[in-house]
């Protein structure tokens, strides 16, 4: 299981000339009216309208190997073969995660290698960013789970079916732990991602989606850059990901906890499909209902900003003026 989505960065290199602890990014968030409303609304100048052909095809293959493989693979081999039931599992631990370990090692690449034009700006080659230490753990749980699952005579099915719940789990603590240093105005212990040691922790889903797009996504570090400046010119925008962070936190724990519970009341075989299937199905309807809400909030927050403005949207400039608006929030989401 992964949450990987796109491809590998493609822009510019890392400028080491840039100090982003003193961006002005990072600084404490205005809670009024910014001061710039005259100037357009930062743009983050992705879209991810050109990018639908590879979303597609690396969320069906991700799809296919976290979810399609492990559930044929068990029945097939459980009532088709005459496969112990520890080799059956064995097979299935061996071939299962084989598309997300690929990514998972083309992402550290990226990171890593001398001339990244993702890693975060002035952070170290092999400090890596954020999303990626928690993608790590995350492996190393449900590494652990299946192969410790896998080596009895008599594998505890139930057990080998929670990598999916342990997934959900290990990011829905991390975004509410996140939550709560925010709102008690802990500052960051440790770098996350852009934000550096000793800086106001933003919302928790925003290193993840600053790290994805940049990473994964081929947003690169000016797509960093640009996150920082959208989200401290905009409320809304900060309000946005503020309310995301929380859906995401508890709807997280409260999928884990339903999965587990299913696991271990139903059947084996249904166990074993609801374990595997549950969450990547409340994971894409958390998805949708994401793209629903934050094109909403996209809207207003342009309608806002040009209120703020003191531009008058009602004269026959309107035109020019919601073509520049749609122009905007087509470059952040299609």
């Given at each position: 299981?992964?949450?990987?989505?796109?491809?590998?960065?493609?822009?510019?290199?890392?400028?080491?000339?840039?100090?982003?602890?003193?961006?002005?990014?990072?600084?404490?968030?205005?809670?009024?009216?910014?001061?710039?409303?005259?100037?357009?609304?930062?743009?983050?100048?992705?879209?991810?309208?050109?990018?639908?052909?590879?979303?597609?095809?690396?969320?069906?293959?991700?799809?296919?190997?976290?979810?399609?493989?492990?559930?044929?693979?068990?029945?097939?081999?459980?009532?088709?073969?005459?496969?112990?039931?520890?080799?059956?599992?064995?097979?299935?631990?061996?071939?299962?995660?084989?598309?997300?370990?690929?990514?998972?090692?083309?992402?550290?690449?990226?990171?890593?290698k001398k001339s990244s034009a993702c890693r975060p700006r002035d952070a170290r080659r092999w400090s890596l960013d954020w999303?990626?230490?928690?993608?790590?753990?995350?492996?190393?749980?449900?590494?652990?789970?299946?192969?410790?699952?896998?080596?009895?005579?008599?594998?505890p099915i139930r057990v080998l079916a929670l990598p999916g719940p342990t997934a959900l789990f290990v990011w829905g603590t991390?975004?509410?732990?996140?939550?709560?240093?925010?709102?008690?105005?802990?500052?960051?212990?440790?770098?996350?991602?852009?934000?550096?040691?000793?800086?106001?922790?933003?919302?928790?889903?925003?290193?993840?989606?600053?790290?994805?797009?940049?990473?994964?996504?081929?947003?690169?570090?000016?797509?960093?850059?640009?996150?920082?400046?959208?989200?401290?010119?905009?409320?809304?925008?900060?309000?946005?990901?503020?309310?995301?962070?929380?859906?995401?936190?508890?709807?997280?724990?409260?999928?884990?906890?339903?999965?587990?519970?299913?696991?271990?009341?139903?059947?084996?075989?249904?166990?074993?499909?609801?374990?595997?299937?549950?969450?990547?199905?409340?994971?894409?309807?958390?998805?949708?209902?994401?793209?629903?809400?934050?094109?909403?909030?996209?809207?207003?927050?342009?309608?806002?900003?040009?209120?703020?403005?003191?531009?008058?949207?009602?004269?026959?400039?309107?035109?020019?003026?919601?073509?520049?608006?749609?122009e905007l929030q087509n470059r952040i989401i299609e």
């Amino acid at each position: 299981m992964s949450l990987d989505p796109i491809g590998p960065c493609d822009s510019s290199p890392i400028s080491p000339d840039t100090d982003l602890s003193k961006s002005s990014s990072l600084l404490p968030q205005p809670t009024g009216t910014s001061s710039v409303h005259h100037q357009q609304l930062p743009s983050l100048e992705y879209t991810l309208k050109t990018r639908k052909r590879s979303i597609t095809i690396i969320w069906s293959l991700l799809i296919i190997d976290s979810v399609v493989l492990p559930i044929s693979l068990y029945f097939a081999l459980w009532y088709g073969t005459s496969l112990t039931p520890n080799n059956v599992f064995t097979v299935i631990t061996a071939v299962i995660g084989i598309v997300s370990l690929i990514k998972y090692a083309l992402r550290t690449w990226n990171l890593i290698k001398k001339s990244s034009a993702c890693r975060p700006r002035d952070a170290r080659r092999w400090s890596l960013d954020w999303f990626h230490w928690w993608l790590t753990f995350m492996w190393i749980l449900i590494i652990i789970e299946l192969v410790v699952g896998s080596i009895p005579t008599l594998p505890p099915i139930r057990v080998l079916a929670l990598p999916g719940p342990t997934a959900l789990f290990v990011w829905g603590t991390l975004i509410l732990l996140m939550e709560v240093l925010r709102l008690a105005n802990v500052r960051a212990p440790i770098r996350i991602s852009s934000q550096p040691r000793g800086s106001i922790i933003l919302p928790a889903i925003y290193p993840i989606i600053e790290d994805i797009v940049a990473v994964d996504g081929g947003g690169g570090t000016a797509y960093r850059d640009r996150l920082g400046k959208r989200y401290e010119a905009s409320s809304v925008f900060r309000q946005m990901l503020g309310r995301l962070s929380l859906a995401w936190g508890i709807g997280a724990e409260l999928a884990g906890a339903v999965t587990i519970a299913l696991v271990f009341t139903i059947e084996k075989d249904a166990a074993y499909v609801v374990g595997w299937a549950l969450p990547v199905i409340w994971a894409g309807v958390w998805a949708v209902l994401t793209i629903w809400y934050v094109k909403k909030e996209l809207k207003r927050e342009l309608n806002q900003w040009y209120s703020q403005s003191g531009e008058d949207t009602t004269g026959p400039d309107i035109l020019e003026l919601g073509e520049n608006r749609i122009e905007l929030q087509n470059r952040i989401i299609e």
